[in-house]
């Protein structure tokens, strides 16, 4: 199984980026796909994630109205719009994959991405 993440940079304050996961070697549909993110020196932490069932999706409170994730199932690819991007959303984004219906533990996700690195200047 593997999971690339693609998409990440350096961007300004109030700007835009996407970030993108391709998977592969695993039945996507049946799989929830999240997204985390750790800041230098800090967890892992959960920002979002899309279920396999129904496609619902759910945020940290956070990125909630900024971030929008979504999922294409024809290229098995996961994606992370974020917009609105502060200083604080600094950090190496992870995508993964649960078989979990939907979860925000990290401890749920069986499959993990090699990270993308975002850097919001202020």
């Known amino acids: 199984v593997q999971l690339q993440a693609s998409g990440g940079g350096l961007v300004q304050a109030g700007g835009s980026l996407t970030l993108s996961c391709a998977a592969a070697?695993?039945?996507?549909?049946?799989?929830?796909l999240g997204w985390f993110r750790q800041a230098p020196g800090k967890e892992r932490v959960f920002v979002a994630d899309v279920s396999w069932i129904s496609g619902s999706t759910y945020y940290a409170d956070s990125v909630e109205g900024r971030f929008t994730i979504s999922r294409d199932y024809a290229k098995n690819t996961v994606y992370l719009q974020m917009n609105s991007l502060k200083a604080e959303d600094t950090a190496v984004y992870f995508c993964?994959?649960?078989?979990?219906?939907?979860?925000?533990?990290?401890?749920?996700?069986?499959?993990w991405g090699q990270g993308a690195q975002v850097t919001v200047s202020s």
């Open positions: 070697g695993l039945t996507f549909s049946t799989y929830a």
């Open positions: 993964a994959a649960s078989n979990s219906v939907s979860s925000r533990n990290k401890r749920k996700y069986v499959y």
